[in-house]
């Protein structure tokens, strides 16, 4: 039995999220499923280095699977992207250990999310940014971002309703860049709580408004409660950029 590396890009517009669901087929890993599944004549379910939510899209998301297939790589490679619809493909693919695992063995993942600002939205980054009108206080904004680098728990900037499991994560770094209107935040980290980019760039957009301050950001950490946070922001202009083993 091999097993197989996929780097994946998505559009995740009309899709419902990451992970199969039972009734729909409106996700990204029950489509690669099918495809898969189709190709090596067998039911073949695949492992994902984490989820991502309705409208999220994916520069480098990474799954692996296991198969006993006469086939060459390059020619499952092609099969795939063959089948699959134009908004899904794999980038890249390979054969690894046996003992490789798409999500345990995960070391940082890598989120970027998107910003438009100016009176009018392009209509290129449409699908692809949140359209925020007035400009933002950068300075306030960066200092906000300082309190939330390291590692904390992070419940307060998240959608955890039961906690079950440690929310203790490590947020290595928050940095943004800016061409033009763009505003584009990458936030590298050894793993993020539901919805937590989203929350905290909601929250870092309520700073640059001048509707929180920074110091709000380091009291949620203390508190972690959610309610005092940000809204969620929108999750078109989110991206899973790239995993890194």
Avoid at 138 to 154: I, K, N, P, R
Wanted: aromatic fraction near 10%; charged fraction near 25%; include cysteine.
């Amino acid at each position: 039995m091999k097993n197989y590396k996929m780097t994946i890009q998505y559009d995740g517009g009309r899709y419902l999220g990451w992970q199969r669901l039972p009734k729909s087929d409106r996700t990204i890993q029950g489509k690669l499923e099918n495809v898969i599944s189709e190709m090596c004549e067998r039911e073949i379910k695949i492992i994902g280095s984490g989820r991502t939510d309705a409208g999220v899209h994916a520069l480098g998301q990474v799954a692996n699977f296991k198969a006993d297939i006469d086939m060459s790589t390059s020619e499952i490679h092609d099969y795939i992207n063959h089948y699959l619809p134009n908004d899904i493909v794999v980038t890249d693919m390979e054969e690894v250990d046996e003992r490789f695992h798409s999500r345990y063995n995960v070391k940082i993942k890598e989120y970027t999310y998107h910003i438009y600002t100016g009176d009018f939205q392009s209509p290129f980054y449409r699908k692809y940014s949140w359209h925020i009108k007035e400009p933002l206080d950068m300075g306030s904004v960066s200092l906000a971002m300082e309190s939330l680098q390291g590692t904390h728990d992070f419940l307060g900037f998240s959608s955890v309703k039961k906690v079950k499991k440690s929310t203790v994560r490590t947020l290595h770094s928050i940095s943004y860049t800016q061409d033009g209107p763009l505003l584009s935040f990458v936030f590298k980290g050894d793993g993020f709580l539901h919805n937590m980019v989203r929350i905290i760039m909601g929250t870092l957009v309520e700073v640059g408004q001048h509707k929180m301050t920074p110091e709000d950001v380091q009291r949620i950490l203390n508190t972690k409660v959610r309610a005092e946070a940000g809204i969620t922001c929108p999750p078109h202009g989110l991206f899973l950029s790239a995993v890194q083993y």
